[in-house]
């Protein structure tokens, strides 16, 4: 089962989420249920890290809890697991995993596009991730354009950003969340440039 290289290791359950286009909460019903084989993830610093070729497993299983039996998904898995492949037929079922693995191909290529656009430098804002080639926060502009700029805005506003790059600065902000409690809007932290009071019209 080929993977881009970006899904050569363990990805965290964060990471999972977002290539599976599932809740976090569902990964974590997975895990917990024991319907994934123990070798496909592990834990480390009491954080959950799926191995890459249980990705197409786990969307399996999620998705088809109420279809199939914990019994049978925790079965069948654990056969498609030993003999490493995607498509398993046993009397009148077959199990194919390959469209769920072609999405998942889809998804792992932008993924990785969005963290080739972003870098982690201890020279740069003291390491916080950036979009290259500028020494514009991920988390800041991603923040902006969730508070309502617009595309045109930014770019307006910081010559040094393009659409592709705000693009991919909102990406990985859905990705990897911030860790934390939400920061105060951006917008929030300056003084506006102009009050204006708006003379009341009588009726």
């Known amino acids: ?25 569902q990964i974590d019903r997975v895990i917990d249920e024991g319907s994934l084989p123990s070798t496909l993830f592990t834990k480390q610093k009491n954080k959950r890290l799926i191995r890459a ?91 902006m354009k969730h508070e309502g700029a617009s595309v045109n805005e930014l770019v307006k506003s910081y010559p040094s950003l393009s659409p592709s790059m705000i693009r991919n600065a909102c990406l990985f902000a859905e990705i990897f969340p911030k860790r934390g409690r939400p920061s105060i809007p951006v917008w929030r932290k300056n003084a506006p440039i102009q009050r204006t009071r708006i003379p009341k019209v009588s009726g």
């Open 53 to 143: 070729k249980g990705l197409a497993y786990m969307k399996f299983s999620a998705l088809e809890k109420r279809r199939f039996s914990l019994a049978f998904r925790k079965d069948i898995l654990a056969r498609m697991v030993k003999a490493d492949t995607l498509v398993w037929r046993e009397a009148n079922i077959t199990v194919d995993l390959r469209e769920i693995n072609a999405e998942l191909m889809k998804r792992a290529n932008v993924l990785h596009e969005v963290q080739a656009a972003v870098v982690e430098d201890v020279e740069i804002l003291d390491g916080g991730p950036c979009l290259k080639g500028t020494r514009m926060p991920v988390y800041m502009v991603a923040a």
């Open 1 to 25: 089962m080929a993977l881009p290289n970006i899904l050569q290791s363990l990805v965290p359950a964060c990471v999972a989420a977002w290539l599976l286009d599932l809740p976090k909460k």
